[in-house]
């Protein structure tokens, strides 16, 4: 009897280390694993912040560069007041204007409109519009007579970034001359020789001693008209995206019923001579009577109110130069330190796969909010976009949406 | 379904709920005294519209609190289910002023980051309210929900299969569509014409044609319709309240204007490809006959 109830006892017994082990031992077991695993995970994590540590500049640096900006920008104003002064005349050959889409000219005071140029180039990211630059550079009497030592180093700074930018851009243009048969003189390529002769003039000029500039006081005593450097920029921006630039919207162009962005339907951004300018926007055909009005508001008010606009109450775009330079600079922190954690590059041939998204930040930089307006199709590629805003903190500051595409 | 509280699906439902499916628009109190009316700030997801006697509804609702508050026992399945099947946690069915017909297009990742990002709004009070539907309408309300059929999210680089998407899901169609004694005008889809009646604005408004005749956007070029909607998207738009008498629209600018130029010109894209339907909306009639400037434009 005994050994029979032994016998009922040891299953019983050998259940209940079953359930004890279930109950004890599996759970200690998974809590042992997560543990490692979120070891790893936050090593991993801390190992990935170092890295982007080491491919980032300090955000102080950064800081301290918009302050540099906003000043010129400052100089770039009062230049403007001084200039709003004096007659204007339109250095563009009435081909290049009439024919091209989108422009925004500034007066031929150097400073003033490179300060522009930038801040257009920075608007966006780079691949996401095609910019073709036209720049004339006259050869002025005198080196410019309101600047100082330092603007004049920062003149040559722009110089030789703009001599730069045209030699990429000059394909661009190349193809855009050949389709609108415009004058051959107008390349960049004779362009930029000028430029990189001004800019040679320039290093001469600053590495003579202080006796080859004129003085504050005898700078003061000048005519501006005769010391701008004479510098002509005219951008062209187009507003679409690459993809369907090549296939969409030249299947538009070619369709009666659709009105597109096809180049020669661009609308056209003008600042600078009134008369001019206003009846070229007429002339080029795209855009009605309301928004011709519209465009010489513009000039007058520095602000585009369409005709149209007057539907709703409110249209309205004014060009913040300053804004969207903060924004480029955050733009292009986050594309380099994406490019060096995963190799991702805008420039890569058929880069399709991107995730589209724009951000907030909060007083100190750091990331607020985030929109994610296209996913990529993949929810690895967009979490890992998101990582790297955060990565990529803290920024400078910048009021507002800041829109970007980051490939994964 | 259970929904994952993962970054990139709450940032691609903050962009969807608040600029293309527009929930927060219809349950949240909305500012008349601005243009488009805003939803006023920290209420949102709160509770909004009340759709009555008073404007023609045949009952009483209120587009209810969607906070965690009001949806915390709610499982992300119910939630999702009553977004896209119009049926809620309790099993009884939504009136169609919630446009879950239209959500029924939503796809699995979409539908999924709505929930995500509706699950972390901050929770609001929730107010008593007491749905109440006239006979017949009680019974047949029970037979419009369908089941989701959990369709394949659109190929992104298909500009027009995007953007009849989007439009579906920011049912452009239910504003933009005249009215036959209540019912949708379905042989004029599109068509604009809808009358609505603005708070704090005398006489009537109506909705733009958005068909692809000239009367509609047949006059308007893509870059034109993508830049009117993005010039909502400044903060100085908001920054001043509407001068008292002036002209206000229903239409959500402040949300919409969040779209991206991409989506933009995709719902452009897709409405020119809709049937041409003729018709010159006086978008508003004041009192006495006397149209308003914004009459002559879609």
């Not at chain 1, 006259?138 to 100082?148: G, I």
Request: charged share 25%.
């Amino acid at each position: 009897m005994g050994s029979g109830r032994e016998s009922r006892h040891e299953p019983f017994h050998y259940r209940f280390l079953g359930i004890s082990l279930l109950v004890h031992a599996l759970p200690l077991a998974a809590l042992i694993s997560y543990s490692v695993d979120w070891v790893e995970r936050s090593e991993s994590i801390e190992s990935t912040k170092n890295k982007a540590a080491a491919h980032l500049e300090p955000v102080a640096e950064e800081r301290e560069s918009v302050a540099e900006q906003e000043l010129d920008d400052e100089l770039a104003e009062l230049t403007k007041k001084a200039l709003e002064s004096f007659p204007r005349d339109i250095l563009l050959s009435p081909e290049v204007f009439n024919q091209l889409p989108a422009v925004i000219h500034q007066e031929k005071d150097g400073t003033l409109g490179l300060d522009e140029l930038f801040g257009v180039a920075n608007q966006a990211p780079v691949h996401h519009r095609v910019a073709l630059v036209e720049f004339s550079a006259r050869t002025s009497p005198a080196p410019q007579a309101l600047v100082k030592n330092n603007m004049l180093k920062n003149e040559l700074f722009h110089l030789k970034r703009l001599a730069s930018n045209l030699g990429t851009l000059e394909q661009e243009f190349d193809d855009f001359r050949r389709e609108h048969s415009l004058e051959e003189d107008k390349s960049p390529t004779r362009m930029r020789k000028t430029v990189l002769e001004e800019v040679v003039r320039y290093e001469n000029s600053a590495k003579a001693d202080g006796s080859t500039l004129p003085s504050e006081k005898e700078a003061a005593g000048k005519s501006m008209n005769q010391s701008n450097v004479g510098v002509e920029v005219a951008v062209f921006e187009a507003l679409v995206e690459k993809p369907l630039w090549e296939s969409e919207q030249k299947a538009e162009i070619n369709s009666p019923r659709v009105r597109s962005d096809a180049p020669d339907q661009w609308e056209i951004w003008i600042r600078g001579d009134e008369s001019k300018k206003g009846k070229a926007a007429q002339a080029s055909g795209v855009v009605g009577d309301g928004h011709a009005q519209a465009l010489e508001k513009m000039l007058v008010t520095g602000k585009f109110e369409s005709g149209e606009g007057h539907d709703e109450g409110v249209y309205s775009k004014s060009i913040d130069t300053v804004q969207e330079r903060r924004q480029g600079l955050v733009v292009n922190r986050i594309y380099e330190l994406s490019k060096a954690l995963y190799g991702s590059d805008y420039s890569q041939e058929g880069f399709w796969e991107q995730t589209h998204l724009r951000f907030l930040l909060d007083d100190h930089g750091y990331v607020e909010r985030v929109q994610i307006m296209r996913s990529s199709g993949s929810r690895e590629a967009d979490r890992k976009a998101i990582d790297v805003l955060h990565l990529a903190e803290p920024y400078i500051y910048v009021d507002g949406w800041i829109e970007m595409h980051l490939p994964m | 379904m259970d929904v994952a509280d993962a970054p990139e699906l709450i940032g691609r439902g903050d962009y969807l709920v608040n600029h293309v499916v527009g929930c927060v628009l219809c349950h949240s109190p909305r500012d008349w005294t601005y243009f488009s009316g805003p939803v006023k700030p920290g209420e949102e997801g709160a509770g909004g519209a009340i759709y009555d006697e008073s404007n023609g509804f045949p009952g009483h609702l209120r587009a209810g609190n969607i906070t965690p508050e009001a949806l915390g026992e709610w499982s992300d399945g119910e939630v999702a289910h009553s977004i896209v099947a119009g049926v809620n946690a309790s099993g009884d069915s939504l009136f169609p002023v919630m446009p879950y017909p239209y959500f029924r297009s939503l796809c699995r990742e979409d539908l999924q980051a709505i929930v995500a990002y509706i699950r972390g709004l901050s929770g609001k009070p929730v107010s008593a309210h007491q749905r109440r539907l006239n006979f017949p309408l009680n019974m047949i309300v029970n037979f419009i929900p369908k089941p989701w059929e959990n369709p394949q999210c659109p190929d992104a680089s298909n500009e027009l299969a995007y953007g009849k998407y989007l439009v579906d899901l920011s049912f452009c169609a239910s504003c933009h569509t005249p009215r036959d004694g209540g019912h949708m005008d379905k042989d004029r889809l599109f068509a604009g014409g809808r009358e609505f009646s603005v708070p704090g604005v005398d006489g009537v408004v109506r909705s733009s044609n958005l068909t692809s005749h000239e009367t509609g956007l047949g006059a308007w070029s893509r870059q034109r319709f993508v830049r009117h909607f993005k010039a909502f998207d400044q903060a100085e738009f908001l920054a001043k309240p509407l001068p008292i008498g002036s002209f206000n629209s229903p239409m959500p600018w402040h949300s919409y204007g969040g779209l991206s130029e991409a989506d933009l010109g995709a719902i452009y894209a897709y409405l020119m490809t809709l049937q041409p339907i003729e018709n010159r909306v006086e978008v508003w009639s004041r009192p006495g006959g006397d149209v308003g400037t914004t009459g002559k434009k879609p």
